[in-house]
């Protein structure tokens, strides 16, 4: 490949990541790359040079990106334990604990067999989690952060 097409590829890219959730909504082709292609008095052109097929999968990669309803993000798990009988009644009240002294932070209770655990927060980055983690720390010695699939709407 010559480095201008691969600069064209580059650039193409990353307009898409940028851009990925406009689609246009009569037609598979991205947003974005009908602005480019547009012309208006007194501004230049951009033509892109590209087979049907490539406007086809980019089409599909966003559709399917707009789909989803989860991303990959952190949560801080504050509860772990497998004693039947008694881990799901104190789930219920380590979040009850974390909902009164933390609110607007969303705490949930999952069986993940054989644990009842208490997760708390939806963060993208790592970062983000450990923040609430330094600070739920004192309440919580034994908190731990999670990579997981966090639901897009609690962002």
């Known amino acids: 490949m010559s480095q201008p097409i691969i600069v064209r590829l580059l ?15 009569n037609s598979k ?3 974005i790359l009908n602005e480019i292609t547009s012309s208006k008095n007194g501004e230049g052109k951009v033509e892109i040079i590209q087979d049907k097929k ?6 599909k990669y966003i559709e399917s990106n707009t789909q989803k309803n989860t991303i990959t993000g952190y949560r801080i798990c504050i509860f772990s334990e497998s ?3 008694i881990a799901k009644t104190k789930a219920g009240d380590i979040r009850t604990k974390f909902i009164s002294n933390y ?3 969303d705490a949930s209770i ?13 963060y993208r980055s790592r970062t983000e989690a450990f923040r609430l983690k330094k600070q739920i720390e ?16 609690k962002l």
């Open 138 to 153: 004192p309440m919580f010695p034994n908190a731990y952060i999670v990579e997981t699939q966090i639901d897009l709407s």
């Open 54 to 59: 490539i406007d086809e999968l980019l089409g």
């Open 103 to 105: 609110p607007g932070i």
């Open 110 to 122: 999952r069986y993940e067999r054989p644990d009842w655990r208490v997760f708390v927060g939806n």
């Open 29 to 31: 082709r991205p947003v």
């Open 83 to 85: 004693k039947q009988g």
């Open 11 to 25: 650039v193409l890219i990353i307009i898409l990541q940028i851009y990925s959730p406009l689609v246009a909504q």
